[in-house]
């Protein structure tokens, strides 16, 4: 059912769902020998090109697949989560190791506690924020069989007023 509301979308989700595959801008590049030595340069303007094996590589694992980082209030999420996870996992630590040692083995601790608690907090995220987009996905693609359903039910209606009968006057 997904590939047939896929094909049936709007197409003002296309351009949306394009623009958000487009690639990120890039910084501006050196121009000059130094950046001819380089790479090639393109005869319009001027540009390096660099042919990048590991984003050919990954583009192609991913496979268009959902993931935590491109979701935009997952990422922010998760990057919250885990500087909050090892900040509360280093005062943690270093309170509870501070009475029985000395501050130098305190701090040592700290930071481990600190560490541990960074990638576990940062596990946890991770695993909620996939389901989560999961779900996000499903909703929307839900919306957009709704949409299309009455798009549909809408052209399939006749006009209105096209099959009233004319009224009739007189006994």
């Not at 268009?64 to 909050?84: C, I, M, Q, S, Y």
Request: proline share 6%; aromatic share 4%; with cysteine.
């Amino acid at each position: 059912m997904a590939a047939a509301t896929a094909a049936d979308a709007p197409a003002a989700d296309d351009t949306a769902v394009a623009a958000a595959a487009s690639p990120a801008p890039r910084a501006p590049e050196k121009k000059g020998a130094k950046a001819d030595k380089k790479g090639k340069a393109d005869k319009k303007g001027g540009k390096i090109e660099k042919k990048s094996k590991k984003g050919d590589a990954e583009d192609e694992q991913d496979g268009g697949a959902p993931n935590v980082a491109a979701h935009p209030r997952a990422a922010r999420a998760v990057a919250r989560a885990k500087g909050w996870g090892g900040l509360l996992g280093f005062a943690l630590g270093g309170y509870l190791s501070l009475p029985t040692n000395t501050v130098v083995g305190a701090g040592v601790r700290a930071l481990v506690a600190g560490i541990v608690c960074y990638v576990a907090v940062w596990g946890g995220a991770v695993f909620l924020w996939r389901r989560l987009v999961i779900l996000e996905l499903g909703s929307r693609e839900a919306q957009l069989a709704s949409a299309v359903q009455a798009a549909r039910a809408r052209r399939e209606l006749p006009a209105p007023g096209a099959e009233r009968p004319a009224a009739r006057t007189g006994s």
